[in-house]
């Protein structure tokens, strides 16, 4: 069956970085979009940008340019989200969600902590 | 950046019919947006109910609709159910579908 199963907690420091993973399986890996939502405690949702699994090109939302890479390796059908420069207001669980239609699976997510 | 703006909280009775909507910054919400809704119970992954304004995914309920209300994506449910009491996120695109913004969120709660 479809899976996205991404890679365990994380405690940082502020001013470290972070790298997320999220492993897909039972389907065409480089036919999808990945897509990657972040959502603090008690908020929102915020889309944090999209990876084209087969191509590679991605699109980051405007306020994490520069600080988050996203990055595939097809040979493990597996998508990464970098983000550096950790502060506080990073600390959330990260979500990543397969297109066709997005969400049409999710990642369990990751939880993401910032302290000092 | 585009902000996406919906009712922070609406109500609805067991049965009864609500309708949320989802505004741009920008303008009007036209299909070209390819408006999603999504629900997310507590603890809970977020569902993807409603993409493209109005298709619905396998496991969305024949309860939940999408449409276009005068300049503003809208979900609609009717018939709600006490399972149905979540958090619904409006999720639209920008850009040619390149960009996309979440709104704040609209808490359903069916009382």
């Known amino acids: 069956q479809v899976q996205l199963v991404q890679s365990g907690t994380e405690v940082k420091e502020p001013g470290a970085s972070v790298k997320v993973s999220c492993q897909a399986s039972?389907?065409?890996?480089?036919?999808?979009?990945i897509y990657w939502v972040r959502q603090a405690p008690g908020q929102g949702l915020e889309w944090m940008g999209w990876?084209?699994?087969?191509?590679?090109?991605?699109n980051i939302a405007q306020r994490f340019q520069g600080r988050v890479t996203m990055t595939r390796d097809t040979s493990i059908s597996t998508t990464y989200l970098d983000l550096t420069s950790l502060t506080s207001d990073d600390t959330a669980v990260y979500y990543c969600?397969?297109?066709?239609?997005?969400?049409?699976?999710w990642g369990q997510g990751t939880l993401v902590t910032v302290s000092s | 950046q585009a902000v996406v703006t919906q009712e922070p909280s609406l109500t609805v009775s067991p049965g009864g019919t609500v309708t949320l909507t989802c505004g741009s910054s920008?303008?009007?919400?036209?299909?070209?947006?390819?408006s999603y809704w999504l629900q997310q119970k507590p603890g809970q992954v977020p569902t993807t109910l409603i993409y493209?304004?109005?298709k619905k995914n396998s496991w969305t309920p024949a309860r939940f609709s999408g449409s276009l209300l005068g300049d503003k994506a809208a979900l609609t449910l009717s018939g709600a159910q006490p399972e149905d009491e979540a958090e619904y996120y409006c999720?639209?695109?920008?850009?040619?579908?390149?960009?996309?913004?979440f709104g704040g969120g609209t808490k359903l709660t069916v009382l």
């Open positions: 999720f639209v695109s920008y850009n040619g579908a390149r960009h996309w913004v």
């Open positions: 493209d304004t109005t």
């Open positions: 969600a397969r297109d066709k239609p997005i969400g049409s699976k």
């Open positions: 990876i084209d699994c087969k191509s590679g090109e991605t």
């Open positions: 039972g389907y065409s890996f480089t036919a999808y979009y």
């Open positions: 920008t303008g009007a919400v036209t299909s070209g947006h390819y």
